[in-house]
């Protein structure tokens, strides 16, 4: 086999592969050994019938796809190693109508999308400000105030109204020009007034309803609700509500401290407590940021022309690391888009940037680490490996059969150094 690689305009090219004759007869042999196990011929045994009287009954060419198959698939690959591109994308291949024949060279084409190339700016010397991380008596307060509406029971209002905050319990039915559609019932609804977790609009005109009352709230679907007979028209829901609960905060005590974090035993400790803890979350914020914001630099001073594959197949990653997201909660990406009134194609429109920037952000870090020469030793990647088992509670050796082997590791540890590289080259305020 030969090979061949024409540079084309932006990231494409043209990949031009030949395959000798002898070659094309033992994929040929191999498609015949494969279709003749499933043929039953008079005569003969399944799997029996000679070649030359297959191929007189039912041609030669009756070989040729599952011929072009094992062609395709393996010079393909090898085209790859002999040529060192690196492919983003599938590719689009061609090859003439006659040119596939017994005892004749096969040659194809495959237009191919490759990494491109990173043009590096400046990445040494970036100058970046590091945020304070003092943390006050008022923010420690606004912490304990989260614990402790974490911990208030909801309990039942006998009077008054519906107030934000207050979860109405309902239930409700919706219509659109009089006719109720589907998936706008629900019985026994507990909706917390001010989550937004309804369609806009929907939650505020409950504020100031009674236990018992019956209303009818107006509202618009949004232009990008997920059901089309829907997006962007009017709708009535007609609500009943049936019961309102309050939130009822327990006394801010030493006693709701020792609920709140079982080490301490007093008010004052777990303030003490939050003070130091909140200090080394603002570190370890303050410190990604630092290095958030170095790379964003040294991407943003890169020339690179991402290709769009390399965009869609990010895409793909969010989608599937959002929806492994959701699933640890007990949803789907069905129920995420039914009660945010969005769908894939709306989620792929919104995040279609950040997953642009992504893709450019790990191919100048993968540059940067070319021209500095940085690599992942043997002994990082053991210190990572070890560092995973402790976490995962599993053995190195379990984990490496997890992932199909060290590559992620080595790629991620890599990036990591590099990442530290940045830091220790950057000017920091």
């Given at each position: 086999m030969s090979a061949k690689w024409e540079k084309q305009e932006g990231n494409n090219g043209l990949l031009t592969v030949e395959v000798p004759a002898e070659e094309v007869n033992a994929a040929l042999d191999a498609a015949f050994k494969k279709v003749v196990k499933q043929i039953n011929v008079p005569g003969f045994r399944k799997g029996k019938m000679p070649r030359q009287l297959f191929e007189k009954k039912f041609g030669v060419e009756s070989l040729y796809q599952d011929a072009l198959d094992i062609l395709l698939?393996?010079?393909?690959?090898?085209?790859?190693?002999?040529t060192g591109i690196s492919p983003v994308d599938q590719p689009e291949i061609d090859f003439a109508p006659d040119a596939l024949g017994k005892n004749q060279p096969f040659t194809f084409t495959a237009k191919v999308v490759v990494i491109p190339e990173v043009q590096l700016g400046d990445y040494k010397g970036l100058e970046v400000s590091k945020?304070?991380?003092?943390?006050?008596?008022?923010?420690?307060?606004?912490?304990?105030?989260?614990?402790q509406a974490r911990l208030a029971e909801l309990v039942v209002k006998e009077e008054g109204a519906v107030e934000n905050g207050d979860t109405a319990v309902i239930d409700f039915e919706g219509f659109q020009d009089g006719v109720a559609f589907d998936g706008g019932k629900g019985d026994d609804y507990a909706l917390e007034i001010g989550s937004n977790s309804f369609i806009p609009g929907f939650e505020e005109q409950l504020i100031g309803a009674k236990t018992g009352d019956e209303k009818d709230v107006?509202?618009?679907?949004?232009?990008?609700?997920?059901?089309?007979?829907?997006?962007?028209?009017?709708?009535?829901?007609k609500v009943t509500v049936k019961e309102i609960k309050a939130k009822?905060?327990?006394?801010?005590?030493?006693?709701?401290?020792?609920?709140?974090?079982?080490?301490?035993?007093?008010?004052?400790?777990?303030?003490?407590?939050?003070?130091e803890t909140t200090a080394k979350q603002k570190?370890?914020?303050?410190?990604?940021?630092l290095r958030d914001d170095l790379v964003e630099a040294a991407a943003a001073n890169a020339t690179i022309d991402v290709p769009e594959a390399m965009v869609e197949t990010e895409l793909n990653r969010m989608l599937q690391e959002f929806n492994q997201q959701l699933q640890m909660q007990g949803l789907n990406l069905d129920f995420y888009y039914q009660i945010s009134g969005t769908d894939e194609a709306s989620f792929r429109a919104e995040r279609k940037e950040e997953a642009a920037q992504r893709v450019r952000v790990s191919l100048v870090l993968d540059a940067i680490a070319e021209a500095e020469g940085i690599e992942a030793t043997e002994a990082d990647i053991e210190a990572e490996l070890a560092k995973m088992a402790e976490q995962f509670k599993m053995t190195?050796?379990?984990i490496t059969a997890a992932l199909g082997g060290t590559s992620i590791i080595t790629h991620d540890v890599k990036v990591q150094k590099t990442v530290e590289f940045l830091v220790e080259n950057a000017k920091i305020a």
């Open positions: 698939q393996a010079n393909y690959t090898k085209a790859i190693d002999e945020e304070s991380v003092e943390v006050t008596d008022e923010e420690v307060e606004a912490i304990l105030a989260e614990n107006e509202i618009t679907f949004p232009e990008e609700y997920h059901a089309a007979e829907l997006a962007g028209k009017p709708a009535v829901f009822e905060l327990p006394e801010l005590n030493d006693d709701l401290a020792s609920e709140i974090d079982s080490e301490v035993e007093t008010l004052d400790a777990l303030r003490a407590k939050l003070q570190e370890e914020a303050v410190e990604g940021k190195a050796d379990q």
